[in-house]
């Protein structure tokens, strides 16, 4: 009993099995056989569709090519017998009445040899509509006008007239031109030209072609040419392929004149178009029937799409098969599935458990426990890293090495609780002195480390500056105010160092060499740049004072007229007169300015110095000329400055006429668009400009003819070896003719001999500036060589 219970708990188990696999198998094929036959006609559908319209594409092809060779035909005739109409032989014939010496037929010949016309008739007729001459027969003097509708008509009202007509022998074009003689109408001329040649002419496009003429003209054609008939319809064609005109003698005219469209005609591989020709009352006059070589028919593109469209069924075939085999598979996998999902999560939490806990433990091995700033570890492996990426790129890495002074001092007497929250502080603070890429470091103790990547030195140096700054502010730690400062050193890759090791330890060292030098300070580790950086950290300090309490002066070169001596006009240039350093060059301070943005203010300065000193000489009745000033880089790429010179020339009157500025050429270069938008804004003003510098910023021909410039200043690099360097005299001939040929004009500066005045002036070149003359000087002592040079 037992044995029996068992059995049938088995088969019941098993019957659950087996009938759903067959139930989801049936339906599995049914669906994808209805599909496959769905496909096989929608393809075969859509293929016979494209096919039909590559056919009817064919068919249409062959109508207007014929269309357009009617066009063609009738037009010609339309020119013959135009310009017969203006013959001089057929007029005279018409007014003498006399036309036995008329003979056209040479124009017969011509017209077959150049405008292609095979069989061509040219008929003449009197006023009165009298046959006066035909070129096919010798019969004339039959009244034309009392059988023949178009002759009566243009008779009646003399004007052209072209048709298609048929006549006795055959189908053909006609062209009636009414003939003139000092405005009075005396005749008409008529040329008539067969198919032929429409004929071969669609046989050269591969199309072949028969002309069948509508049997309701069978009786008119007394004289048929070909004397061949189709039933009734007379078929006007010479040479005729025997396997078509057996084909269309078998089915019959009757039955390709109701084809509409095209028609297939599989028994001789051919693609047949009917092309009807009505006559001028809209009756079927005429009939073409088109032939193409179905061979010669591209259905490639058919075929692709054919292709494409079996594969795209076969994949979704496919994608249906798979579809229901994954329906199968996940019907019986789905408590495996269950089992898995659950034993997934089970695993994904203890993952995440286990991910978090080595994050901690990779975070306390790497990172400082009090600020979490990288450890020494993790700094170096950074610091090789960067030093790796410096290589690659050929760019520079920076180590700061930080030192807290007197750190003990503070723990002992405050805490070490106290020195915990001081250290905490003082990260913050430096990390809003650097980059969010650059990389803060505590080795330990009261010992810091940066590194930079990819700065320049005077970066570093304001990093540095803004590390002390920040330090000289108290820290607030359990309500009392500390003080604290850092010695720093520095050293470079790849200049102190190519190894992490190195590199650590000469920053170190530069950091005791800061300490040695009062702390609260820094030092690199080379001695030289740490003295050119403190000077420079002083001269920007010094700039800013002898700018708020004037401690520039404007110095004068005269620019003088080599042939007669005279001041024609002078450069302004600026002076810094230093308490501590004397007189410093531009060249020293103008990069300086330009970094931390006082050019501009200095250039304004400058002009309106320059302006208000030569507006006092010009008041005492002096002759300086033209004012010259330099104007800056930062200045060029300022959107506002045209509008601050506007200002400045209205603010001092100075007349714009007498006003020049000076750029460089280089610095015309590096943006030349924006640069010559700005040029012509100034020029707009009355400004005159001058490029300085010329022939070092290898400006083109191109650009320099476009350039809205009154003045080329010949760079003094040029003039120092003349005329001894022949290299250098071709350059400034080259340059004179230059300025010549576009009518600019020239000076030449940095002119210190005799020997070299000469030369320029010999060269074409008068205007000169340079120590030859004067060097530049204050305005009291330019004033006083104004004098002289009255």
Request: aromatic share 10%; hydrophobic share 40%.
């Amino acid at each position: 009993m037992g044995y029996t219970s068992k059995t049938k708990h088995k088969g019941a188990h098993q019957v659950i099995l087996k009938y759903p696999n067959i139930r989801l198998f049936v339906i599995a094929g049914m669906i994808s056989l209805v599909w496959i036959i769905v496909s096989y006609f929608t393809i075969t559908e859509r293929i016979h569709s494209l096919t039909s319209q590559k056919y009817g594409e064919i068919s249409n092809e062959m109508k207007n090519f014929l269309e357009v060779f009617i066009d063609e035909k009738q037009e010609t005739m339309s020119l013959i017998s135009l310009a017969l109409s203006h013959d001089a032989q057929i007029k005279k014939a018409l007014i003498t009445q006399n036309g036995d010496k008329l003979e056209l037929q040479h124009y017969v010949e011509q017209f077959k040899n150049h405008a292609f016309l095979q069989n061509v008739w040219i008929q003449v007729i009197t006023a009165e509509g009298k046959s006066f001459y035909r070129s096919w027969t010798s019969k004339k003097g039959d009244d034309l006008s009392a059988i023949r509708l178009d002759v009566a008509q243009i008779i009646k009202e003399p004007k052209p007239l072209d048709s298609i007509s048929v006549g006795k022998f055959d189908l053909a074009f006609k062209s009636m031109i009414p003939i003139y003689h000092e405005g009075t109408f005396i005749g008409i001329i008529e040329t008539i030209s067969k198919f032929n040649s429409i004929v071969l002419k669609m046989q050269d496009k591969a199309f072949d072609t028969l002309v069948f003429v509508d049997k309701s003209y069978k009786k008119q054609l007394e004289f048929a040419a070909t004397d061949r008939f189709v039933g009734d319809f007379y078929m006007a064609n010479i040479n005729v392929k025997k396997e078509l005109m057996a084909f269309v003698e078998q089915k019959g005219m009757e039955y390709f004149i109701n084809t509409k469209g095209y028609y297939l005609a599989e028994e001789i591989n051919r693609l047949i178009t009917v092309f009807k020709l009505d006559d001028i009352e809209d009756n079927p006059m005429s009939y073409f029937l088109l032939f193409y070589d179905l061979n010669q028919i591209d259905l490639s593109s058919v075929e692709r799409m054919r292709d494409k469209l079996i594969l795209i069924d076969i994949m979704i075939l496919l994608l249906l098969v798979g579809s229901f085999y994954y329906l199968y598979v996940k019907r019986y996998r789905s408590l495996i599935d269950r089992l898995n999902t659950q034993l997934e999560y089970e695993v994904t939490l203890k993952t995440i458990e286990l991910a978090e806990q080595n994050k901690k433990l990779n975070h306390l091995a790497h990172h400082d426990v009090l600020t979490s700033l990288p450890n020494r570890l993790l700094f170096l492996d950074r610091l090789e890293q960067s030093i790796k990426l410096a290589k690659r790129q050929g760019t520079q890495v920076s180590i700061l090495f930080l030192d807290l002074d007197r750190f003990k001092e503070i723990n002992d007497t405050y805490g070490h609780d106290a020195g915990d929250k001081l250290l905490i502080e003082i990260t913050h603070r430096l990390e809003e002195c650097v980059r969010q890429y650059d990389t803060i470091a505590r080795l330990g103790g009261d010992e810091f480390t940066i590194i930079i990547e990819d700065s320049e030195n005077d970066r570093i140096v304001e990093i540095l500056e803004e590390i002390i700054e920040k330090m000289r502010e108290p820290f607030m730690i359990n309500g009392k105010m500390l003080y604290s400062t850092f010695s720093i050193g520095v050293s470079r890759y790849p200049e102190d160092g190519e190894s992490t090791e190195i590199l650590l330890r000469n920053a170190d060292t530069a950091m005791y060499k800061a300490k040695e030098h009062g702390r609260n300070t820094f030092a690199f580790y080379n001695e030289e740049m740490s003295v050119q950086a403190f000077k420079r950290v002083g001269m920007e300090t010094d700039l800013r004072v002898a700018l708020r309490n004037g401690g520039f002066e404007a110095y004068y070169q005269p620019k003088i007229n080599a042939l007669n001596g005279k001041v024609v006009g002078m450069e302004a240039l600026i002076r810094w007169h230093h308490e501590r350093l004397g007189l410093i060059s531009p060249a020293e301070f103008i990069p300086l300015a330009e970094e931390i943005g006082l050019i501009e203010k200095l250039d304004q300065w400058m002009m309106e110095e320059a302006m208000m000193t030569t507006l006092a000489w010009q008041k005492e009745g002096l002759s300086v000329g033209k004012l010259s000033v330099n104007i800056s880089m930062n200045e060029i790429e300022d959107k506002n400055f045209v509008g601050s010179v506007k200002e400045l020339l209205a603010k001092t009157g100075f007349d714009p006429r007498g006003f020049e500025l000076e750029i460089t050429e280089s610095q015309i270069m590096k943006n030349p668009h924006s640069v010559i938008v700005m040029l012509h804004e100034l020029r707009e003003l009355g400004v005159s400009i001058a490029i300085d510098d010329f022939g070092t910023g290898h400006s083109s021909l191109s650009s320099l003819k476009n350039l809205p410039v009154d003045q080329l200043k010949i760079d003094k690099s040029f003039i120092q070896d003349v005329p001894q360097n022949e290299d250098d005299v071709a350059i400034i001939k080259a340059i004179i003719v230059l300025a010549q040929s576009l009518k600019l004009e020239l000076i030449a500066e940095g002119v210190e001999t005799e020997e070299q005045k000469d030369f320029l002036i010999e060269a074409g070149c008068s205007t000169i500036q340079g120590y030859y003359y004067a060097k530049p000087m204050p305005a009291e002592d330019f004033r006083a060589f104004l004098l002289e040079h009255l």
